[in-house]
C-alpha cells in the first residue's frame, strides 16, 4: 500500500464511508492494497508533476466531511430519531391513554360554558382560571385551563368537564400551546432534552444542526457516484439486488437516504426553529424582517387609573392575584355571548377561549392545531358587547409566518392527522436504518488482519488545499456565516478542526521519528 500522510493530497489514501464510488474494491474486500486509480470528480495528479484539476475538489472535501460528522454526530441522531418518532404518534396513542378524561358518552344538550367553566372553578377555587377549550365535537369533553403557580413554565391545571352534566371527569398537568397530557408532554421532553432541562438541550440542537449537513452531503456524493458509473439515473433511487458486501451496504445507506433526504431537511430546519441557540437567531431575524406571527389587540379601552403610577396594581402580591381572581369571575358570564361572536367571525370547530383577568381587557378566541387544520384564524371579544375588538387573518400572515405554523403542526405529527404520525415513524425508522448502515460501511472498510473491532480509516487530509484560492475563501466566509447563525454547528465543527489537526501532526511527528530511526 502506497504511504499516505494525514496532509497528504493523495486521493488514493481515502478511505470511510465513501458514498461517492471512489474506492471500487470488491465486494466485501477491506484493507487490501488497491491500485491507484482516478476517482471521478476528484482531483487527479499526473505522473510528470502537473498540478492537481481543481473541478472535483469538493468531493474528497464533502467526502470528509460526511464521514467525521456521520461518525460523531451519529449517536446524537439516533436519539432523536427514536425519541421523535415516538412523539410523532403520541397524539393517537394520548386519545387512548386519556380516553376517559377526553371523552364522554352523555348525550344530550349541552350546558352553557359558563357553566362547565363555573363547574370546574367549584373543583379548584384556590387557582386562576385563564382559557377554556370547547368540545369540538359531540362526546368531547371541555377543557378549562388554570393557572397553577406550582407547575413548571409552559403548564397548565386542566380540569375536564362533561358539557352536558357537569361532571367533573379528571384533572391533568397541560402543557404547551398544543395542550400535550402528561404522556405526551413526557415524550416532548425526552424528545427536546433528555429529561435534563437546558443543558440537554444541546443535544437535540446538535443533532438538528449536523442532519441538513449529512443528507445533502450524502446526496452529493451518491450523486457524484452515479454519474462516474454512467448508468441511469434512476440508480439514484432503486435498490441494487446484485450489489453484495460493502457495495450492498453502501447501496442500502445510499438509496434509502436519498427517499428521505426532503424529510431530513425539514425536520432539521423545523427542529433548529425551536431549538435554544439558533431559534434565538431565528426568531430575531423573523423580528427584524416582520416576519413574527401577528398577534390580536386585546385592549378595550384605556384603563381608568392610567395616571397611577407602575406597579401601583400590586402585580405580584396577594391582594393583586385576588383581585384579578374577582375580575376573571365577572368575566366568566360572558363566555357564551364570546364564544358566539367568534362563531359568527368564522373563527369556529376547535378553539381555546383566553379569559381576560380585567374588564378592560378583551377575550381572544384562537383556532387551534388540529388535523387538516391549515388557516388558524383568531378574534379578539369584548365580553360586555360582544363586539370583535380585532382579528388575525391566516391568509393575512406574512409567508414566513404561514409556513412556520404548517411546519410546526408537521413536525409535532398534527398537520395531516394520522398520515403524518405514520409517516414520521417511518421516516425515523429510516435514518436509523441509514445510520447504522453507514457505521456497518465504516467497519466493512477496516484493514484486513484487524480483527472484528477495527474499523476503517478516514478520508485523506489536504482537502482544502485542492480547492481553489477564491473557492476557499469562500467556503471560509460561508462557514463562519453559518457557523454563527448555527452556533452548536459552528462549534462541533471547530472542534472537529482542532482534533483532527492534532491527530494531524501527531502522526506526522511520529513518522519523522519513525524516519529518522529508520536513516540512523
Not at 165 to 189: C, D, H, M, Q
Not at 408 to 433: K, P
Request: charged share 15%; with cysteine; glycine share 10%.
Amino acid at each position: 500500500m502506497p504511504s499516505r500522510s494525514f496532509l497528504s493530497d493523495s486521493p488514493s489514501g481515502s478511505s470511510g464511508p465513501d458514498l461517492s464510488g471512489a474506492d471500487p474494491g470488491a465486494p466485501g474486500q477491506s484493507g487490501s492494497a488497491r491500485p491507484d486509480r482516478c476517482v471521478a470528480g476528484a482531483p487527479t495528479t499526473s505522473r510528470d508533476g502537473d498540478p492537481p484539476r481543481r473541478a472535483g475538489a469538493w468531493i474528497p472535501l464533502l467526502r470528509r466531511l460526511h464521514f467525521y460528522a456521520g461518525i460523531l454526530v451519529g449517536p446524537f441522531l439516533i436519539v432523536a430519531a427514536l425519541t421523535g418518532g415516538a412523539y410523532a404518534i403520541a397524539p393517537s396513542v394520548e386519545q387512548i391513554v386519556y380516553h376517559d378524561q377526553l371523552h364522554t358518552s352523555s348525550t344530550g344538550e349541552s350546558r352553557s360554558l359558563a357553566d362547565q367553566v363555573g363547574a370546574a372553578m367549584r373543583v379548584r377555587p384556590d387557582l386562576t382560571v385563564s382559557a377554556v377549550r370547547p368540545p369540538a365535537a359531540p362526546g368531547d369533553t371541555t377543557r378549562v385551563l388554570f393557572d397553577d403557580p406550582s407547575l413548571g413554565e409552559s403548564e397548565r391545571q386542566a380540569v375536564f368537564v362533561d358539557p352536558v352534566t357537569l361532571e367533573i371527569k379528571g384533572e391533568l398537568v397541560s402543557y404547551g400551546s398544543a395542550a400535550a397530557l402528561p404522556f405526551r408532554a413526557w415524550l416532548s421532553n425526552l424528545h427536546r432534552n433528555l429529561h435534563l432541562g437546558d443543558p440537554g438541550r444541546i443535544y437535540s440542537e446538535l443533532a438538528a444542526s449536523w442532519l441538513w449537513v449529512v443528507a445533502l452531503g450524502g446526496v452529493a456524493l451518491w450523486i457524484s457516484h452515479v454519474r462516474r458509473r454512467r448508468t441511469a439515473a434512476t440508480d439514484l433511487v432503486t435498490l441494487d439486488r446484485s450489489a453484495a458486501g460493502r457495495n450492498r451496504t453502501r447501496n442500502r445507506h445510499a438509496v434509502v437516504g436519498m427517499w428521505i433526504v426532503v424529510g431530513l431537511v425539514f425536520l432539521s430546519a423545523t427542529g433548529l426553529t425551536w431549538s435554544k441557540y439558533t431559534g434565538d437567531n431565528v426568531t430575531g431575524l423573523r423580528s427584524a424582517m416582520n416576519w413574527m406571527t401577528p398577534t390580536v389587540n386585546t385592549e378595550i379601552s384605556a384603563p381608568e387609573s392610567a395616571g397611577a403610577p407602575a406597579g401601583s396594581g400590586h402585580h405580584g402580591t396577594d391582594h393583586g392575584a385576588a383581585q384579578e381572581h374577582s375580575a376573571t369571575l365577572s368575566t366568566i358570564p360572558d363566555l357564551d355571548r364570546v364564544l358566539a361572536a367568534a362563531h359568527a367571525a368564522g373563527v369556529d370547530g376547535a378553539v381555546e377561549v383566553g379569559i381576560p383577568s380585567s374588564a378592560d381587557t378583551a377575550f381572544t378566541v384562537t383556532q387551534t392545531r388540529q388535523p387538516w387544520q391549515f388557516s388558524p384564524d383568531s378574534v379578539a371579544v369584548d365580553g360586555a358587547t360582544g363586539r370583535i375588538v380585532d382579528e388575525s387573518r391566516f391568509a393575512d400572515w406574512p409567508l414566513a409566518a404561514q409556513l412556520t405554523n404548517w411546519g410546526i403542526a408537521l413536525h409535532m405529527g398534527i398537520l395531516f392527522g394520522r398520515l403524518s404520525q405514520i409517516g414520521l415513524l417511518l421516516l425515523a425508522i429510516a435514518l436509523v436504518a441509514v445510520i447504522v448502515r453507514g457505521y456497518q460501511m465504516w467497519w466493512q472498510r477496516r484493514p484486513r488482519h484487524s480483527g472484528p473491532f477495527g474499523v476503517g480509516r478516514p478520508p485523506a487530509r489536504g482537502v482544502l488545499r485542492r480547492l481553489s484560492v477564491p473557492w476557499t475563501i469562500a467556503l471560509v466566509a460561508a462557514t463562519v456565516v453559518v457557523g454563527w447563525f448555527i452556533p452548536l454547528l459552528g462549534i462541533s465543527l471547530v472542534a472537529f478542526l482542532v482534533v483532527d489537526l492534532a491527530l494531524g501532526l501527531r502522526t506526522k511527528r511520529v513518522r519523522a521519528q519513525k524516519k529518522t530511526t529508520t536513516s540512523a
